[in-house]
């Protein structure tokens, strides 16, 4: 993760602490705020005071008394506190501010209950999740609170309706650049801009009709839906990202209020439909920004979402496919292996040639210095031939211990297969970690100096990330060169709902290096021959229409096979609801165009709460 996709390793969620950020003193340095340390006093501040008409209350650092409201959830794990709601509704008439606040408890016991009418008084705070370096929006709140229950039992402020034609087509305004390309100080224009809409019902209790899911229930107990039937929807029910400029403000994360040990949270895929929707204060957290917290939630309709499989290949046709099998080392459970295995066999037909991301080394996340992966190759091509597959030979460069990024111990490197009965590997001095491959004429043709063979690997492009890796394979008396790929991921990215906005995307810079640097590489290779057939693929970590996507093709050196398919078919995982391309297969001129191969983006992992990663691999068949 899009969008952060970034990022795309999940990670364990930390808990917000008592301690509240510094966004206050970030906001009056930037001249967003004016200080004051005076007391509000309680006849002339409401909560839509507190909220304000921008992202940053104009109370922020103050302290207030006897503020009132309705207790409309409380939250007694995680982030503990509870959100108050004024009973009136929106008594000022202005659609900028929301009429509810989070009262951020901490340790303290929890003494209230939904429909409690309550005074609270405390300070008022801006709280980033994730730190004021994530880019987030921050979360409105009182906090170190003095709480009094004036009565029980009330009624709960009516829900807002939050559908499809509430939320605005476009998805956020331009930031300020007086402001560093921040949103914060904008005025709120909840009938303009789908974020701003979302932040002036920020805490307040909200609603959703019966939705379609667009991400599944993941390990986190989430999911996400749409409130836009119709947006960007595709034919398996996802919601596809297909341009910076097309956010899906549909989206909304579901959380539930209760535990899980409470209340089981319902298991999802992508296309199924939540019956009843939910209702509950709307959030504000790092793991996605707005979420709905439900209070209330409906029931999942199974909508019989399939696992797609692949044609095979004919007897002259070589198919070549990627695909990421998320940190695989011999520690896993046998399941593990055996489910990819027999993916690799059924889903894509045991393709010719198969290269893999994120094959671990012998001893997983263990951080002893280890960096072979024979092991782990061996049990994941024994549960091939068990699966009833060929018997794959593999082909790799171990890396330098944790140099190449990834899980710290782990050592994650590419991997080629390749099925002897039908491909044959042009093996040529294998490289080592630090030694690059070359293109080499030999006989009038390219070759490579080093197969496999590592690109460039000491170039800065490649520092704490993995190298590519280059074979030569043989089929039908053609030579094919194969380059498997894993570029740095989208970490440090910011979010779609960022305060800035367009969003910093600060991992692109690596990224982009790193497709010029395979793009010269191919070049090369095209300088010697001109018709080489040449197939970059793994996982390239960006989008089809992104700069490094760009830099990759640059001077008709690839072309993105991905986009040989329709828009909406154009997506390998799925992220904050967001259908996106992230894995990738290029080809080169030689290969031909979109009537000369046929290509595949195999659904069988993104888009369901069962998983055996979180790609879906990438299938390319053509004539050589």
Known sequence: MPHIPTPHIPKPRALRSAAVSTVVATALAAGLLAASSSAASA??????????????????????????????????????????QSADGDADKNPATSEAVFVFTGSAALTVKAGDAVRVSGTVSEYVPGGAGSGNQSLTQITKPTVTVESSGN???????????????????????????????LPLKPRSYALDLYESLEGMNVRVGTSRVVGATDAYNELWVTVKKHENRNR???????????????????QQLAPVSEKPFPKANVGDVLRGGAEGPLDFNQFGGYTLVARELGGVADQGLAREKTRRQAKGELAVATYNVENLDPGDPQQKFDALAAAVVSNLASPDILALEEIQDDNGAKNDGTVSADATLKKFTDAIVAAGGPRYAWHSVAPQNNKDGGEPGGNIRQVFLHNPERVSFTERAPGDATTPTEVVREKGRAALSHSPGRIDPLNDAWSDSRKPLAGEFVFRGRTVFVIANHFGSKGGDEGLTSHHQPPVRSSEAK?????????????????????????????????????????????????????????????????????????????????????????????????FAEQNSDHDPQVLRFRP
């Not at 002339?44 to 109370?59: C, K």
């Not at 009516?158 to 949103?183: E, L, M, N, R």
């Not at 398996?236 to 579901?254: E, H, K, M, P």
């Not at 996982?539 to 089809?544: A, G, R, S």
């Open 511 to 607: 990224r982009l290096k790193q497709a010029q640097a395979v793009n010269g590489f191919v070049k090369d290779i095209r300088e010697v021959r001109r018709d080489a057939d040449v197939v970059v693929l793994g996982d390239i970590n960006d989008f089809e229409f992104s700069a490094t996507t760009k830099a990759l093709t640059d001077g008709g050196a690839l072309r993105a096979a991905v986009k040989s398919l329709p828009r909406s078919e154009r997506y390998s995982y799925v992220y904050q609801g967001n259908s996106q391309v992230l894995d990738q297969i290029l080809t080169s001129p030689g290969v031909g165009d979109a009537d000369d191969f046929s290509y595949d983006s195999v659904h069988i992992n993104a888009e």
């Open 236 to 254: 398996r029910g996802g919601t596809v990202y297909g341009s910076y400029d097309a956010q899906n403000g549909g989206r909304l994360q579901i």
């Open 155 to 185: 009624p709960l402020p009516a829900p807002v309706t939050i559908g499809a034609k509430s939320v605005p087509a476009a998805y956020a305004p331009a930031g300020d650049p007086a402001q560093g390309g921040s949103v914060n100080a």
């Open 43 to 84: 006849d002339e501040v409401r909560v839509h005071d507190i909220q304000g008409t921008t992202r940053v209350s104009p109370l922020a650092g103050q302290q207030v008394t006897d503020v009132e409201g309705i207790v409309t959830g409380v939250r007694g794990y995680g982030s503990k506190g509870f959100w108050i």
